[in-house]
């Protein structure tokens, strides 16, 4: 009768344990000892069966005998197998005495599968695990949009420009970079309110903080429009006699603001102010600040 | 019809001149932001009292010189490597070491040991930096942050060149409220407290609806009113999530704030730090 469902289920018929693929058939049953669908592991096609499960790290050995065939539920015997790996075997051993080798065998081989990975996991969750949290794309996507959002509220170069500004108006710099404002302020107002007048004036070059002066020779050289600043230097130089620093340049930029209602007597000037630049800038070499 | 609403409007104040009455403001977030109660007042005794004797307290009074360990979870890919190695050169006196496996609650007291003020680990997932714990290592308090648009050095628009060894300057725009003003304070303690000027190299956290920007930059000061900036050094934003009050312990730590979506994402107009 065990050929007959063999017949029937295994290779006939439907079995709804039965799964194949290309090269081969599987067998989803439980009590499956190798896991594969043959005439001799199919536990419905064969009257003395035995199989090793785990249940929560413990590993058990199930035994199916003829003379159970009828009582489904007294159908498969448990046994508790030991922890300790050859004591275990030799349990196997005592319990399927008289039985095929190729069960007791597949039977061994399915423990010692069972106890490698039982270990596996134990030593794994020893270890960090890791979690992973699901992303919530409705969030992600929010987040993504509230950032840019906020990036461009932000305006980061404005922002940090201006607070470079304001340390350096509070003077955490200290000495480092010299704007004379005061004179320069007052020597632009006073030019507002008088005529221009040609001046010789005499500036210093003070080679102190070469590193900043290079680089504003530099941009000065290719800006047109310090030579109009650099004539009001001139005359407000004239006007103020102390001694200026080699930093007329910086001070130069600094009243490009004030620029534009000077710009017609500029440019009258311009041709001198060539000629004494060119005097200045011959000297210095340009390099570039680091 | 809104552009000609806004026609007639302006011409309505070029026909009255001087007469016209003030340009109305517009509303931003930032205008209408939820008032928040713990604001920090610059005048605030308490909040100064507190920042006197808090964990902070002996790197604000140059008693410690920070040093940093810049470290990442398991196997980084290439793009956090090369991250990792960029953000140690922004960072003066840090160091980059690799994970290969170790517990960070074992390599915390280690780092104690040998006498570093601050951790940085770097959470990378799918090949990317994601995530930013910085804690302070004393038994200082933990941060958690979510890491986004991170950019390399090659990949920012400019022409120049590494960062220098000098210690840059550090800027914290917009931390307001008492939770702000612990990250800033965090932020800025990573930096040794004398910034080297000759660098002209500054560090800047942006705070803004609770992103907070990192950028580094090259300043040169053109001429009094005008400063021109070159963006060297890798860019990226961190939006916080959790604030612990010891040092790395997910377990058993005590939070000092979590950002809990259901109460705290409700209102467009609310924001934490």
Redesign the interface.
């Known amino acids: 009768s065990w050929q007959v469902v063999w017949d029937t289920l295994g290779n006939k018929q439907f079995c709804s344990y039965k799964i194949t693929t290309k090269t081969q058939n599987f067998c989803r049953n439980e009590y499956n000892l190798t896991g594969l669908c043959n005439r001799s592991s199919c536990p419905l096609a064969n009257s003395q069966y035995a199989t090793v499960r785990e249940e929560k790290g413990r590993c058990y050995l199930y035994m199916k005998t003829i003379e159970r065939a009828a009582f489904p539920r007294r159908l498969w015997e448990r046994v508790l197998l030991s922890k300790n790996y050859e004591k275990a075997l030799e349990e196997i051993d005592e319990n399927l005495i008289y039985w095929p080798r190729f069960i007791r065998h597949k039977c061994k081989q399915r423990f010692t599968k069972i106890t490698q990975y039982l270990i596996r996991i134990r030593k794994l969750t020893l270890?960090?695990q890791r979690k992973l949290v699901p992303l919530r794309r409705k969030?992600e996507r929010r987040?993504?949009r509230?950032?840019e959002?906020?990036?461009i509220?932000?305006q980061?170069?404005n922002?940090?420009?201006k607070?470079?500004?304001e340390?350096?108006k509070q003077d955490t710099?200290?000495d480092?970079?010299n704007?004379p404002?005061h004179a320069f302020d007052k020597a632009l107002q006073q030019q507002d309110a008088e005529s221009e007048s040609e001046s010789d004036a005499e500036k210093e070059d003070d080679d102190d903080e070469d590193v900043?002066k290079r680089?504003?020779v530099e941009?000065d050289d290719s800006d047109l429009s310090d030579f109009e600043d650099m004539d009001k230097l001139e005359t407000s130089s004239e006007e103020e006699p102390e001694e200026e620093e080699e930093v007329e340049k910086?001070?130069?930029?600094?009243k490009?603001?004030g620029k534009t209602p000077l710009k017609g007597p500029a440019r009258r000037k311009r041709p001198y102010i060539e000629i004494e630049y060119e005097k200045e800038t011959e000297p210095t070499t340009k390099t570039k600040?680091? | 019809e809104k552009l000609a609403a806004k026609k007639k409007r302006r011409k309505e104040r070029e026909a009255l001149g001087d007469r016209a009455p003030p340009k109305a403001i517009p509303k931003t977030i930032e205008n209408q932001r939820v008032y928040d109660e713990t604001t920090v007042d610059p005048n605030d005794e308490e909040v100064a009292f507190d920042e006197a004797t808090d964990e902070f307290a002996p790197y604000f009074n140059r008693q410690t010189v920070p040093k940093i360990l810049i470290t990442t979870s398991d196997r980084p890919r290439g793009r956090t490597v090369r991250f990792c190695e960029q953000l140690s050169t922004v960072i003066p006196n840090s160091h980059v070491y690799y994970r290969r496996g170790l517990a960070l609650k074992r390599i915390i007291p280690q780092c104690i040991a040998r006498d570093f003020t601050d951790l940085i680990v770097i959470n990378e997932d799918r090949k990317i930096p994601n995530g930013l714990v910085l804690s302070h290592l004393p038994d200082g308090p933990t941060a958690h942050f979510r890491m986004s648009s991170v950019r390399l050095r090659k990949e920012i628009k400019r022409k120049g060149k590494e960062p220098t060894e000098h210690v840059p300057e550090v800027i914290l725009n917009n931390f307001t409220t008492r939770l702000g003003h612990s990250i800033g304070r965090m932020f800025a303690s990573l930096f040794p407290h004398d910034p080297q000027f000759i660098g002209r190299q500054v560090a800047t956290f942006h705070n803004q609806r609770d992103y907070i920007f990192f950028r580094f930059h090259r300043y040169i000061f053109k001429s009094e009113k005008k400063v021109g900036i070159q963006e060297l050094g890798p860019r990226f934003t961190l939006k916080l999530r959790s604030l612990q009050k010891g040092t790395f312990d997910s377990k058993f730590g005590e939070y000092e704030w979590i950002h809990k979506r259901r109460e705290m994402d409700t209102s467009r107009r609310k924001f934490h730090l």
């Open positions: 270890k960090r969030i987040e993504k509230r950032e959002k906020a990036l509220a932000a980061l170069d922002a940090i420009e607070e470079l500004l340390r350096l710099y200290g480092i970079y704007f404002i900043d680089e504003f941009a910086k001070a130069s930029h600094s490009s603001k600040a680091a």
